[in-house]
């Protein structure tokens, strides 16, 4: 976008503007971290002093010309179809609409919404110099008062002399600021509908799409995880996860090893407060569920050996082969891959800090998420603290449940089209059946493009689970 002059600079035309931040700049950004604009610009140090300029400029002076407008939604449209032949990205647009408020940035952002709201704007320049004021309008809203920005700086600061000089302009000062003391981003979970989808315990719903594009399954099946930051469970629930999906560890032997899934994960959101379990590139997401669900019963020792989920399912031609491995195996925790698993989570935790930027991107992250500034201190030391039993009961109180639908689960799947009736008559056989809403790809198109979108397929969910509305 082309930039207005201002105190701050010259007029300069957009491909002025293109060709300056790249002769300035190592690295640019703009993005969205809950409600808030975030923007980022990484330089050598000898021009810091021109990177505080460059975002003032980009935040102030750009004007919302039509021209350009027409050719950012144009861009942002061409690449709508891509999204339409991803299955992981289906997947978590589905898993998004049940859980946010149609209100929500999150819902706003949704690529399908979006493709609606720019192809209207499209349709006439009339329409899109209303959408141009309207930013305008967005923008002195959001600059009115500066105290409500925060800055983060990363780097050699000794060298630097006065960090704060080049700051020392508008939009970052002004006669606001001071007035109103500045308010931390949302958090995720804020964003979260009154009405968001809730399993009843031992129920299992949620979504599935069949995509014509796609060749294998992608799965997210969701539970009630950890929020807080320093819960007395989170350093056992990150070993317990990390023992199930190590390298080498069971799930990797089971379903990767046995060709059942390419990908496979689980995840804690502190942000979201839920614990994930993910298959992506799946060849047979229901045989790979019941394996995962077999390791989990055993290792939380409520299976008795010899037993096998999996190996119960109809179509199961590994079945014979799988009980006989199962057989074999050593029932429960191991002490060697418990303390692997120890060092696995160590060893991620300290990665995500290891260079002086990271570490103060870690710090705003904390700061953002109101977690303590001495999180990572006090992880490390419970990481290095777990036990056998502490990631047993983590595993029967946080992953069990995932598989059992203890506290009720939520699930959202992408499947090929050629083989939705034969993955919604697996479905039927899980322990608990999932009870899933079926959609084509232009059926998630069309529920989660309106404005109460996310609402209404969160009322066709309830409603074909047999849950009032």
């Given at each position: 976008?082309?930039?207005a002059?201002?105190?701050?600079?010259?007029?300069?035309?957009?491909?002025a503007v293109?060709?300056?931040?790249?002769?300035v700049?190592?690295?640019?950004?703009?993005?969205?971290?809950?409600?808030a604009?975030?923007?980022?610009?990484?330089?050598e140090?000898?021009?810091?002093?021109?990177a505080?300029?460059?975002i003032?400029?980009?935040?102030?002076?750009?004007?919302?010309?039509?021209?350009?407008?027409?050719v950012?939604?144009?861009?942002?449209l061409?690449g709508?179809?891509?999204?339409?032949?991803?299955?992981?990205?289906?997947?978590?647009?589905?898993?998004?609409?049940?859980?946010?408020?149609?209100e929500?940035?999150?819902?706003?952002k949704n690529?399908?919404?979006?493709e609606?709201v720019l192809?209207?704007?499209?349709?006439?320049?009339?329409?899109?110099?209303?959408?141009?004021?309207?930013?305008?309008?967005?923008?002195?809203?959001l600059?009115?008062?500066?105290?409500a920005?925060?800055?983060?700086?990363?780097?050699?600061v000794?060298?630097?002399?006065?960090?704060?000089?080049?700051?020392?302009?508008a939009?970052f000062?002004?006669?606001?600021t001071?007035i109103?003391p500045?308010?931390?981003?949302?958090?995720?979970?804020?964003m979260?509908?009154?009405d968001?989808?809730?399993?009843?315990?031992?129920c299992?719903?949620?979504c599935?799409?069949?995509?014509s594009?796609?060749?294998?399954?992608?799965?997210i099946?969701?539970?009630?995880?950890?929020?807080?930051?320093?819960?007395?469970?989170l350093?056992?629930?990150?070993?317990a996860?990390?023992?199930?999906?190590?390298?080498?560890?069971?799930?990797w032997c089971?379903?990767r090893?046995?060709?059942?899934?390419?990908?496979?994960?689980?995840?804690?959101?502190?942000e979201?407060?839920v614990i994930q379990?993910?298959?992506?590139k799946?060849?047979?997401?229901?045989?790979?569920?019941?394996?995962?669900?077999?390791?989990?019963?055993?290792?939380?020792?409520?299976?008795?050996?010899?037993?096998?989920?999996?190996?119960?399912?109809?179509g199961?031609?590994?079945?014979a082969?799988?009980?006989?491995?199962?057989?074999?195996?050593?029932?429960?925790?191991?002490?060697?891959a418990l303390e692997?698993?120890?060092?696995g989570?160590?060893?991620?935790?300290?990665?995500?800090?290891?260079?002086?930027?990271?570490?103060?991107?870690?710090?705003?992250?904390?700061?953002?998420?109101?977690?303590?500034?001495?999180?990572?201190q006090?992880?490390l030391k419970?990481?290095?603290?777990?036990?056998?039993?502490k990631?047993?009961?983590?595993?029967?109180?946080?992953v069990l449940p995932?598989?059992?639908a203890a506290?009720?689960?939520?699930?959202?799947?992408?499947c090929p089209?050629?083989k939705?009736?034969q993955?919604?008559?697996e479905?039927?056989?899980?322990?608990?059946?999932?009870k899933l809403v079926?959609?084509?790809?232009?059926?998630?198109?069309?529920?989660?493009?309106?404005?109460t979108?996310?609402?209404?397929?969160?009322?066709?969910?309830r409603?074909?689970s047999?849950?009032?509305?």
């Open positions: 976008l082309p930039l002059a201002s105190s701050l600079g010259p007029a300069m035309p957009y491909e293109v060709q300056a931040l790249t002769d700049t190592v690295e640019k950004d703009m993005c969205m971290f809950t409600n604009v975030m923007t980022s610009i990484k330089v140090r000898m021009r810091y002093a021109e505080p300029l460059w003032a400029r980009v935040l102030a002076d750009v004007e919302f010309a039509v021209e350009r407008l027409k950012a939604a144009q861009r942002i061409n709508v179809p891509n999204v339409k032949r991803k299955g992981k990205e289906l997947m978590n647009i589905a898993m998004e609409a049940l859980k946010f408020q149609d929500s940035v999150r819902a706003a690529i399908f919404r979006t609606r192809k209207a704007l499209l349709e006439s320049d009339e329409a899109l110099e209303q959408a141009s004021r309207e930013l305008v309008t967005m923008r002195g809203m600059l009115k008062n500066a105290s920005a925060f800055a983060q700086v990363a780097g050699d000794k060298y630097l002399g006065d960090v704060f000089s080049p700051w020392r302009i939009p000062q002004g006669e606001a001071g109103n500045a308010t931390l981003p949302v958090l995720v979970r804020d979260f509908a009154k968001l989808l809730r399993a009843d315990a031992g299992v719903s949620g599935l799409v069949s995509s594009a796609e060749e294998s399954n992608y799965w099946v969701q539970s009630e995880g950890i929020c807080d930051p320093r819960s007395p469970d350093a056992a629930l990150l070993v996860m990390e023992y199930c999906c190590a390298l080498e560890g069971p799930f089971k379903i090893g046995r060709g059942l899934a390419y990908g496979y994960s689980m995840s804690n959101d502190l979201q407060g379990f993910r298959l992506s799946a060849t047979d997401p229901t045989a790979a569920f019941n394996v995962a669900k077999d390791i989990v019963l055993k290792l939380c020792g409520e299976m008795p050996s010899g037993t096998s989920v999996a190996a119960a399912v109809e199961n031609a590994d079945s082969s799988q009980q006989e491995d199962d057989e074999e195996e050593e029932v429960g925790l191991e002490l060697s692997g698993a120890q060092s989570v160590l060893f991620e935790l300290i990665s995500e800090v290891d260079t002086v930027p990271a570490a103060l991107d870690e710090a705003l992250e904390y700061m953002l998420n109101r977690k303590p500034m001495d999180q990572l006090w992880l419970e990481v290095q603290a777990v036990t056998i039993e990631v047993q009961a983590a595993l029967k109180r946080y995932i598989f059992t506290n009720g689960s939520v699930v959202s799947a992408v089209a050629k939705r009736e993955i919604e008559k479905f039927s056989k899980l322990n608990p059946p999932f079926t959609l084509e790809v232009d059926d998630l198109v069309k529920a989660v493009a309106p404005q979108g996310y609402f209404t397929l969160r009322e066709r969910v409603a074909s047999g849950r009032p509305q």
